[in-house]
């Protein structure tokens, strides 16, 4: 692994992206490793704010445009691809991670468990009471960790523990944990009202710009379970489907990418060690003299 990264995180919409543009201007040599769920697929780009080639041109990004939209694609891959990215990079690598599981596995070099498809086939049929009561008797532990309702994460660990033949919680404390670190977190924290008309802002743009017309390509192509879960592209597959009008999935859009935005603040702001920069109305003007601060030697 090379130098210890800078990273730029908070919530969708509150301009990352522009932020490390601006730092990556203004310090010769550094490199964009986008921390991204859905940044990984080719191809799905209005939809996931993906950087322009106009940016992708000027400043060297890694992890976009990783595999097809068609493959499920997990942390453990991610991680893979990171640190293959990260050895490539002669200077300080500057992240910008909106994907808080993706940013600690990699920051943190969680233990990451495989997965086992045809258990969580299996599972997906029973009652979450039943899944529940089954992780309890095979890793107490882990059940400690979950919340009962929780069933997508009660899965996830039932998978593990089938599948691996060890318990969930032996992969170590998980996300829960946070070592010391040499990498430098910084945070953007919007108040949410205005936070909140970002992101309708940004979801007219996406529309604006033809993401109707990506999300239909994609799906005459065929998406993955993984892929299906972005923001936006699920609901433009209902009004494909000819279950919602368009006005309906771009209302949904908004709401959805709201709530999304509030889960992923409180997952980073349970991270002690980010320093957070408030921002007021220009992120690149307000954040990136931190960053630009950060990675300088």
């Known amino acids: 692994m090379g130098a210890a990264p800078v990273v730029v995180l908070g919530p969708t919409a509150s301009g990352k992206s522009a932020v490390a543009m601006a730092a990556a201007r203004a310090v010769a040599g550094v490199e964009i490793v986008a921390v991204d769920a859905m940044q990984v697929y080719r191809g799905m780009d209005i939809g996931t704010a993906k950087p322009s080639p106009a940016d992708r041109a000027e400043v060297r990004h890694h992890c976009l445009d990783l595999v097809a939209p068609s493959v499920d694609f997990t942390v453990a891959d991610y991680r893979r691809a990171y640190e293959s990215a990260v050895d490539s990079i002669d200077r300080r690598p500057l992240l910008v991670a909106g994907t808080g599981l993706y940013l600690t596995a990699v920051i943190d070099r969680l233990d990451v468990p495989g997965v086992w498809p045809e258990v969580r086939a299996e599972l997906d049929g029973d009652a979450t009471d039943s899944l529940w009561?089954?992780?309890?008797a095979l890793d107490p532990v882990a059940a400690g960790r979950i919340e009962p309702g929780n069933r997508r994460r009660v899965v996830r660990a039932l998978e593990v523990c089938i599948g691996s033949g060890r318990p969930f919680s032996s992969f170590g404390p998980g996300v829960a944990s946070y070592p010391p670190t040499e990498a430098v977190l910084i945070g953007l924290r919007w108040p949410r009202p205005r936070l909140a008309e970002r992101i309708e802002e940004r979801?007219?743009?996406?529309?604006?710009?033809?993401?109707?017309?990506e999300v239909a390509r994609l799906a005459?192509?065929?998406?993955?379970?993984?892929?299906?879960?972005?923001?936006?592209?699920?609901?433009?597959?209902?009004?494909?489907?000819?279950?919602?009008?368009?006005?309906?999935?771009v209302a949904t859009t908004v709401a959805r990418t709201r709530q999304f935005a509030v889960r992923q603040e409180r997952w980073f702001r349970r991270d002690p060690r980010v320093r957070w920069c408030d921002v007021?109305?220009?992120?690149a003007s307000e954040v990136a003299p931190a960053v630009i601060d950060a990675l300088r030697p």
């Open 280 to 283: 007021d109305g220009d992120p």
């Open 203 to 213: 979801v007219d743009d996406m529309i604006a710009a033809g993401l109707l017309d």
């Open 220 to 249: 005459d192509a065929g998406l993955s379970r993984t892929a299906r879960q972005a923001l936006g592209y699920r609901e433009l597959l209902d009004h494909l489907d000819g279950r919602t009008s368009l006005d309906e999935a």
């Open 133 to 136: 009561a089954r992780l309890v």
